[in-house]
């Protein structure tokens, strides 16, 4: 067992950035990648929203730099997935695929948050192929086309308003007869003559040679006046909500009602689920970051996590 002075968890821009920072800082981290090598973006087509990038950039592309940036200062990068942790041990222990792999007497959570998709078999066949999660990441794609968002809450209104604002048209498919958004939200969404709002419908497949042209819809599954409904559409985004990935830090790390880690204003410090400081324990990215879920936020948000470690360290 390897005893580090830094330890981080997850390879997208939050621990990618920690990384290059802990490394520069001289705190010779290591670096878990986890089960998404480059983390959320990687599911994306091209991203044109990162600073630096003035022609855009490929996600693999621009997660590779990150991890090359982060090795150019002696970042040792381990493929595996962390499978347990005892935080409140000193030094903190991590379990790689089942083995006591590392002791090390800080760590930087950035584990990410994973969208929820519906599960339909269409879904997976056209990632990157007209399926997305993120408007504000792929909306652009889409100027002057036809577009579905699925949901019903502040997210899918909120992503049919920034849709509306680029395509021709966007039909907002939502399960139940109402919206569960705020009121304000809501009122937006009706009162956009560029949003046609389908309630009562359900997704049943995708359509489209190579890439998404169509969605086959039920229309009040079960009830008497059931019928398929077509729509011809260009894009389709799951807007149903995303589940932080911290199942592996309950009973250890304070978690907000919906699971993300709740962190200091600012410093990235995480507590124990008593309400205590969590000595040596931060967290940055999407895991703690519940409201704006984009990669350089998440990379500023890594790069303070590496900086408060460093200053932890020099404490002890
Ligand atoms: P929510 O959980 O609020 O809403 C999820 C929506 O997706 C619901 O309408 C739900 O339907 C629907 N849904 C879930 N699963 C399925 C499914 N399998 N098929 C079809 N529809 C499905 O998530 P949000 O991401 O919208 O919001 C999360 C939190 O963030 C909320 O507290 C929200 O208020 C907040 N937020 C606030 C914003 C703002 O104030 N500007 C912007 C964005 C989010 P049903 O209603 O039937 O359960």
């Known amino acids: 067992m390897q005893h580090v002075k830094c330890l981080i968890i997850g390879s997208g821009p939050a621990g990618y950035t920690a990384a290059i920072y802990a ?34 950039v490929e996600p693999f592309q621009m997660m590779d730099e990150f991890k090359r940036q982060a090795e150019r200062f002696g970042t040792v990068m381990v493929s595996g997935i962390v499978t347990k942790v005892d935080l409140n041990a000193s030094p903190k222990q991590i379990w790689v695929e089942d083995e ?18 519906l599960g339909l078999p269409s879904e997976q066949k056209y990632k990157g192929a007209g399926v997305s999660a993120c408007a504000t990441c792929d909306g652009f794609f889409y100027r002057n086309k036809t577009v579905a968002v699925v949901g019903g809450g502040d997210t899918a209104c909120e992503e049919a308003q920034y849709l509306a604002n680029l395509c021709k048209k966007v039909y907002l498919i939502v399960r139940k007869p109402f919206l569960r958004a705020s009121v304000i939200m809501q009122q937006r969404v009706m009162n956009n003559p560029k949003i046609e709002v389908l ?55 304070a978690l907000n009602e919906e699971g993300y880690i709740v962190v200091k204003n600012g410093a990235q410090q995480c507590y124990r689920p008593d309400g205590q400081v969590l000595d040596g324990v931060f967290a940055a990215g999407d895991c703690a970051d519940p409201v704006y879920r984009q990669a350089v936020v998440a990379a500023g948000s890594g790069a303070k996590a590496a900086i408060e470690a460093d200053k932890y360290l020099k404490t002890i």
């Open 100 to 117: 006591l792999a590392y002791k090390a007497d800080s760590v930087i959570i950035a584990t990410g948050a994973s969208a929820k998709y």
């Open 23 to 56: 490394s520069r800082a001289n705190l010779q981290p290591v670096l878990i990648e986890g089960p998404q090598l480059g983390g959320q973006l990687t599911t994306t087509t091209e991203v044109e929203n990162f600073p630096g990038y003035p022609d855009g």
């Open 199 to 253: 309630f009562e419908h359900n997704t049943v497949t995708l359509t489209g040679e190579g890439k998404v042209q169509g969605a086959d819809l039920v229309y009040r599954k079960g009830e008497i006046d059931e019928h398929m409904v077509h729509i011809d559409i260009d894009g389709f985004f799951l807007a149903i909500g995303h589940h932080p990935n911290t199942q592996l830090l309950r009973d250890q790390v």
